[in-house]
């Protein structure tokens, strides 16, 4: 089986992101996603695959700042014009399964980005109000009792992070427990290059 690799450096993929995202909310998100992403290769052994896996996460969210209305619709186009091959676009593109396209996810890493983008958003408002403001003492039960109020972070759709689960064969508390210790592996990093940002 060929291994995924991108046709764009992650330095690349980044000056790409910063050209169309502006709001540090999102930039913070795409870091989060991609370090997700990476995290999640080589759980689910992909390891030889972890940097496309993270350039995807890095740029899936490349058209919500300027084109919100055409999610997923206006990337392709924003993605070729950086350089971007076919199966990246299509890797990003696949997350608005449901929603803005008719993209289904096929390959593992595409069920990953769709699964688990809504709930690094749900995860990572339970972690901000919390005395810590971190993921590194966040517990399943925690995310739970967040998850069930659907008044909070009410934006974060848990009827695509179910459809998510069950693309990849797994019960929600298995998703939460897996994205959580995603997110660990990279929020100490990300809040060294946030802080840097600002």
Same mark, same amino acid.
């Given at each position: &089986?060929?291994?995924?690799?991108?046709?764009?450096?992650?330095?690349?993929?980044?000056?790409?992101? %910063?050209?169309?995202? %502006?709001?540090?909310?999102?930039?913070?998100?795409?870091?989060?996603?991609?370090?997700?992403?990476?995290?999640?290769?080589?759980?689910?052994?992909?390891?030889?695959?972890?940097?496309?896996?993270?350039?995807?996460?890095?740029?899936?969210?490349?058209?919500?700042?300027?084109?919100?209305?055409?999610? /997923?619709? %206006?990337?392709?186009?924003?993605?070729?014009?950086?350089?971007?091959?076919?199966?990246?676009?299509?890797?990003? /593109?696949?997350?608005?399964?449901?929603?803005?396209?008719?993209? @289904?996810?096929?390959?593992? &890493?595409?069920?990953?980005?769709?699964?688990?983008?809504?709930?690094?958003?749900?995860?990572?408002?339970? #972690?901000?109000?919390?005395?810590?403001?971190?993921? &590194?003492?966040?517990?399943? @039960?925690?995310? @739970?009792?967040?998850?069930?109020?659907?008044?909070?972070?009410?934006?974060?759709?848990?009827?695509?992070?179910?459809?998510?689960? #069950? &693309?990849?064969?797994?019960?929600?508390?298995?998703?939460?427990? %897996?994205?959580?210790? #995603?997110?660990?592996? /990279?929020? #100490?990093?990300?809040?060294?290059?946030?802080?840097?940002?600002?």
């Amino acid at each position: &089986m060929s291994v995924l690799t991108s046709t764009l450096s992650r330095s690349q993929a980044w000056e790409l992101l %910063k050209q169309y995202n %502006k709001d540090p909310f999102h930039l913070q998100h795409a870091l989060t996603v991609e370090g997700v992403m990476k995290w999640y290769a080589a759980d689910l052994g992909y390891g030889d695959e972890a940097e496309f896996w993270g350039i995807v996460g890095l740029l899936h969210d490349i058209d919500f700042e300027e084109y919100p209305d055409q999610h /997923c619709i %206006k990337a392709p186009e924003l993605l070729r014009a950086g350089g971007a091959g076919e199966e990246l676009i299509h890797g990003v /593109c696949s997350h608005g399964y449901g929603l803005t396209v008719d993209i @289904k996810p096929e390959h593992e &890493m595409e069920k990953v980005l769709y699964a688990a983008d809504e709930l690094t958003g749900l995860i990572w408002a339970a #972690a901000i109000i919390r005395p810590s403001k971190s993921v &590194m003492d966040m517990e399943v @039960k925690s995310v @739970k009792k967040k998850y069930k109020a659907a008044n909070f972070a009410a934006g974060c759709s848990r009827e695509v992070i179910e459809k998510g689960a #069950a &693309m990849l064969g797994w019960d929600l508390d298995t998703l939460i427990e %897996k994205t959580i210790l #995603a997110m660990r592996s /990279c929020e #100490a990093e990300i809040n060294a290059f946030m802080g840097k940002l600002a």
